[in-house]
């Protein structure tokens, strides 16, 4: 057996699991691990300005090549920082391995700098936490990356004990990895789900994120045309459905979510397919007493003393949409022609208009200047609520968000992330100012990867959401303002160069020249936030 060292087996054991990125801020600790990605081939050290920004990045490699992403942080702040990004990972369901320095075994029980119990830290944030052995390191990474990947993807914490890195130890490779196979659903449980289906008049389809990670695009959509169905989607589940098809109903939860709920509210039973409730609860849009037919990977999670359960299958999602998709083609009771009617008014209220400067005009322009195979990704604020409903999403991950976990901060290193993936792909992000501040040390990271990525910063000067929640109240005003007025400051910021734009035709020049450009870009459109006042924050159900 070839010697090597216990950093070596670690670095290759990732490359060879298929990543191609660790990000993170280095430690002393790190050294030996860093060393041996420089001399490994298909790997490299992504220095991030934050271990957070090093998470949200690994998350979304995760979502993207179906990998597992990697990050890294030190002792204490550097894991506490790292955290953030890691439940980020576990909460949107993204394949992760989170890597953190470890005291060695002496030193786990005794009073020293930086040291806290990252076990017990990162536990209720991973689908598990373990730490390598020099002699199990690859063995600990398989385990793992199979667990990160499997049933509902998430994060996986693994320490590293500090003085481990340089152990000689023989060389190891790593074993082929697969996420666990999903059981077929029980045979009593499909027939249940039938026999509801078959007996209800207006049953409403409602997507989930788990609907896209097992790639039910074609199958769903069948169904939907077979029956006559609505089709409602989660946030995450953007894509699924095109919004120009007959069926779409509409995202549930975001802007003008009281207009999807007039759908919803007509219906008989909710056929639910790969629903994820972390996005959004059954109990927070559907009227009391609806019934409930789930299909996916694990139970269905709601209070079946409200809500009648009367199917709920749990494995493989296919099989269940095969069993619908066998009975025999006849339109459910649903006026389509009222639905597209709702639908075509909806999105009229959600299109650009005179007067201020507003976000929906901003997105209108933006969508127009992406091409279709553009990725998109957005940070968490009023705009989000605004990109879930209006955002014309052509695929399942040409637009990225973090919903399940909702932090702010997330847009800026995800398409950070999103362009060392697809590096041949449009890549830009939505920011509102205030997420921007949060992670803006990024853009040195953007700048010393030279990624031509477009950094779209909506301006108002106010965190509209918290807001708009005070207004509801009667509550003045109080500690939501980003700044008095003006901008985010300067022609440029860690290198990166700003254009201001105050009206659409400033914005659609400014996002042209910005796409064509070699590097990084800021484009800050000035908006009036009160746009958001009469579309966001909306009843879900009556």
Not at 228 to 254: C, D, Q, R, S
Request: charged share 20%; proline share 7%; hydrophobic share 50%.
């Amino acid at each position: 057996m070839k010697p090597t060292s216990v950093a070596h087996n670690v670095v290759t054991a990732l490359r060879d699991l298929g990543v191609r990125h660790i990000f993170g801020v280095p430690s002393g600790g790190w050294v030996d691990y860093m060393e041996a990605i420089r001399t490994t081939d298909g790997i490299e050290f992504v220095l991030a300005s934050h271990e957070g920004g090093a998470g949200f990045m690994a998350d979304v490699c995760g979502r993207l090549t179906g990998v597992p992403g990697v990050c890294f942080g030190t002792f204490g702040p550097g894991a506490t920082n790292l955290a953030t990004g890691v439940g980020g990972a576990t909460l949107d369901r993204s394949p992760m391995i989170a890597l953190t320095d470890e005291m060695p075994a002496a030193w786990r029980d005794r009073t020293i700098q930086m040291g806290i119990d990252h076990q017990a830290l990162f536990a209720p944030i991973t689908k598990a936490t373990m730490r390598i052995t020099a002699d199990s390191a690859v063995e600990t990474l398989g385990a793992a990356a199979r667990i990160a990947l499997s049933g509902r993807p998430g994060a996986v914490h693994v320490g590293l004990p500090q003085g481990m890195s340089a152990v000689a130890v023989g060389e190891a490779r790593i074993a082929p990895v697969a996420a666990d196979p999903v059981a077929a659903p029980a045979a009593a449980d499909v027939d249940a789900l039938v026999a509801a289906f078959a007996a209800a008049e207006k049953p409403v389809l409602a997507i989930g994120l788990g609907a896209v990670h097992a790639g039910e695009q074609a199958r769903l959509v069948a169904l939907a045309e077979q029956f006559g169905l609505p089709v409602l989607l989660t946030p995450m589940a953007k894509g699924m459905i095109a919004e120009t098809h007959p069926n779409y109903a509409g995202v549930l939860f975001h802007a003008l979510s009281d207009v999807v709920g007039q759908t919803h509210a007509a219906a008989d039973l909710v056929v639910a397919v790969g629903y994820d409730p972390i996005e959004f609860n059954y109990e927070n849009w559907m009227r009391e007493g609806l019934a409930l037919a789930s299909i996916d990977v694990a139970p269905a999670d709601i209070d079946r003393a409200k809500y009648p359960l009367l199917a709920d299958v749990v494995g493989k999602i296919a099989p269940a949409l095969d069993a619908l998709l066998a009975l025999p083609a006849a339109a459910k009771g649903w006026d389509l022609a009222a639905l597209g009617a709702r639908k075509d008014a909806m999105f009229a209220r959600l299109a650009g208009r005179d007067g201020p400067f507003g976000p929906c005009a901003a997105l209108d322009v933006l969508r127009d200047v992406l091409p279709d195979d553009g990725i998109m990704t957005c940070d968490v604020g009023a705009h989000t609520h605004l990109i879930g409903q209006h955002w014309r999403t052509p695929a399942p991950g040409t637009q990225i968000m973090t919903n399940g976990w909702s932090a702010m901060g997330f847009g800026l290193p995800a398409a950070i992330a999103a362009k060392l993936c697809r590096p041949d792909t449009p890549v830009c992000c939505v920011l509102g100012d205030g997420g921007f501040l949060m992670t803006v040390g990024e853009l040195a990271t953007a700048v010393r990867e030279k990624l031509p990525i477009v950094i779209v910063v909506f301006t108002d000067n106010d965190l509209a959401l918290i807001r708009i929640k005070q207004e509801k109240k009667q509550n003045p005003i109080y500690g939501t303002p980003v700044r008095a007025e003006g901008t985010i400051g300067g022609p440029s910021l860690f290198g990166v160069p700003v254009t201001v734009a105050r009206d659409p035709a400033e914005f659609r020049a400014a996002l042209e020249a910005a796409f064509a450009a070699d590097g990084p870009v800021i484009v800050e459109a000035l908006l009036d936030s009160r746009e958001y006042d009469e579309l966001v924050l909306r009843k879900d159900k009556p």
